[in-house]
């Protein structure tokens, strides 16, 4: 790849390392970037004898991603991305995608596999989420898609706007079939105090459309643990379409902060004149105990990741620490399901190495109503580069 760069200009290039291997040409149209991450999780769990008496729960660890990518920009105004993840044991597609910019009166158009613009969370890599697990809304967000989407920002990047059309591929990079998806979000920036004494109010709006065309559907939601059991699973017949609402709320004061999340996911169905409808909402508190504060990227209206102020080993450095506190709800309401609703309290603490390495901790205390309790203690060893 550094060899192709090279060859479609004249001008030397920088080689530097900045979290990650970066390429770029003298004059900055043409940039390359190369890096991965390996997150190693392990988990604990218990459940008291009514949930033992419906689902077998065992401790475990796994690979929950190992990814490699290359990400850059060609003659200014076309960028890209290959991500593809192996901790299956087999390769599999995550972002793939081609970005055309600055293109008059729409800004970006965007082909590929990637992520459908629904959920502030959801839109927050896994390297920079609050928790290991992301909270029960993740049943009802959509993941990677392919498809194509426009999207632009105005007032220096305080307002955005995404609209996509998507095809219900499920990650495999592969679709045959009548379905689609039109999925948008909106996000507003309308506080923002940068510096020292940082503070910030982030808003947010989206909503998709499903078509299914009479297809079958099934949703389940582990309690934030992916290794944890299905407790809920929901299956439903001749499905239409799906309508999803999402608001989001989040703001920073210093090193404290909120977020929240509410989605409602109505299901119609062709047979059944009534709306099938679900929903889950999150409220979490962060405090970073030693000065830092939660990076708010304005480029994608998301988390971006944390910088401690002095690294682990360097003089009198111990890099960052952040509690966690999250209750997150989901109502999953169908015919024939293994409870229809759950409720999560999670305690969770970081901590920030450095730039490229963090250690995590959780314990989730759920709840799946009228079945029983399950207490779960969850780490993390992750290293970003």
């Known amino acids: 790849m550094a060899t192709s760069l090279y060859s479609q200009t004249e001008e030397p290039l920088t080689i530097k390392w900045d979290n990650a291997l970066k390429f770029e040409s003298a004059d900055k149209q043409f940039q390359f ?121 105005w007032a220096n990047k305080r307002i955005s706007a995404y609209a996509g059309y998507f095809f219900n591929s499920r990650g495999i990079g592969k679709y045959l079939g009548n379905g689609y998806h039109l999925t948008g979000r909106i996000s507003a920036l309308p506080y923002l105090k940068d510096g020292n004494n940082y503070q910030m109010v982030h808003l947010g709006l989206s909503y998709s459309y499903q078509f299914q065309g009479d297809d079958k559907l099934i949703y389940y939601s582990t309690p934030e643990a992916h290794l944890a059991p299905k407790y809920l699973a929901a299956d439903f017949e001749n499905v239409d379409n799906i309508d999803k609402l999402g608001t989001e709320l989040v703001v920073v004061y210093h090193g404290f902060s909120f977020q929240s999340e509410y989605i409602l996911n109505s299901i119609i169905i062709k047979t059944d004149p009534n709306l099938e409808k679900s929903y889950a909402w999150y409220g979490s508190f962060s405090w970073i105990l030693t000065g830092e504060h939660k990076e708010y990227s304005q480029g994608s209206a998301c988390f971006g990741h944390i910088t401690p102020r002095k690294n682990y080993g360097q003089k009198g450095g111990f890099g960052a620490l952040e509690l966690l506190l999250r209750y997150s709800e989901i109502a999953l309401f169908a015919r024939e399901f293994h409870g229809g609703e759950m409720h999560d309290m999670t305690l969770g603490a970081n901590w920030y190495i450095n730039p490229v390495a963090r250690i995590s901790a959780n314990y989730i205390s759920s709840e799946v109503v009228g079945l029983g309790q399950a207490g779960i203690f969850e780490m993390r060893f992750q290293l970003v580069f």
Do not use: W
């Not at 190992?66 to 960028?79: A, C, W």
């Not at 009166?105 to 590929?112: A, D, P, R, S």
């Open 33 to 153: 970037k190369m890096g991965g991450r390996i997150q190693y999780d392990v988990m604990f769990i218990h459940q008291d004898d009514s949930l033992n008496q419906h689902f077998e729960a065992n401790n475990g660890t796994e690979f929950r991603r190992i990814r490699l990518y290359t990400s850059g920009k060609f003659f200014n105004n076309i960028e890209y991305k290959f991500q593809v993840d192996f901790a299956n044991g087999k390769a599999a597609p995550k972002d793939i995608y081609i970005r055309f910019t600055k293109i008059p009166g729409i800004g970006n158009f965007q082909v590929g596999n990637f992520k459908e613009p629904l959920g502030f969370e959801m839109l927050t890599s896994s390297n920079n989420i609050n928790y290991i697990g992301r909270s029960l809304t993740n049943a009802f967000t959509p993941e990677r898609s392919l498809g194509f989407m426009v999207f632009n920002q």
